[in-house]
């Protein structure tokens, strides 16, 4: 069993900046790809970025360029650091790791709000 736990999140203006971490409950050395994703209210939930374990990223359109993704195995925390935030990029974000046993574990999300 994994467990996540996102923080960082909050109401910032438009061209601020968070950074979103997400603190895993086990080594993640192994756990080859981990991602940040996000929900905005009606819409369906999207990739914004995702690490491999061998330093590959990816990003979607709308945020690259802004955000980046990191990952510390010494802490077992990935990180999304935003920054130029928009208004639309208010949503709930959630992070999820893929483990190499199978399946995917998500966490419980945690509240981006822009203001313009």
């Known amino acids: 069993q994994v467990q996540l736990q996102e923080s960082g999140g909050g109401l910032v203006q438009a061209g601020g900046s968070l950074r979103l971490s997400c603190v895993i409950s086990?080594?993640?050395?192994?756990?080859?790809?981990m991602g940040w994703y996000r929900q905005a209210p009606g819409m369906q939930r999207e990739l914004v970025a995702t690490?491999?374990?061998?330093?590959?990223?990816n990003y979607a359109d709308s945020v690259k360029g802004r955000f980046t993704i990191s990952r510390d195995n010494g802490k077992n925390t990935v990180y999304l650091q935003m920054n130029s935030l928009k208004p639309e990029d208010t949503a709930v974000y959630y992070c999820?790791?893929?483990?190499?046993?199978?399946?995917?574990?998500w966490g419980q999300g945690t509240q981006v709000t822009v203001s313009s």
């Open positions: 690490t491999t374990s061998d330093g590959i990223t």
């Open positions: 086990r080594s993640i050395v192994s756990i080859r790809t």
């Open positions: 999820k790791v893929q483990p190499p046993w199978g399946g995917a574990y």
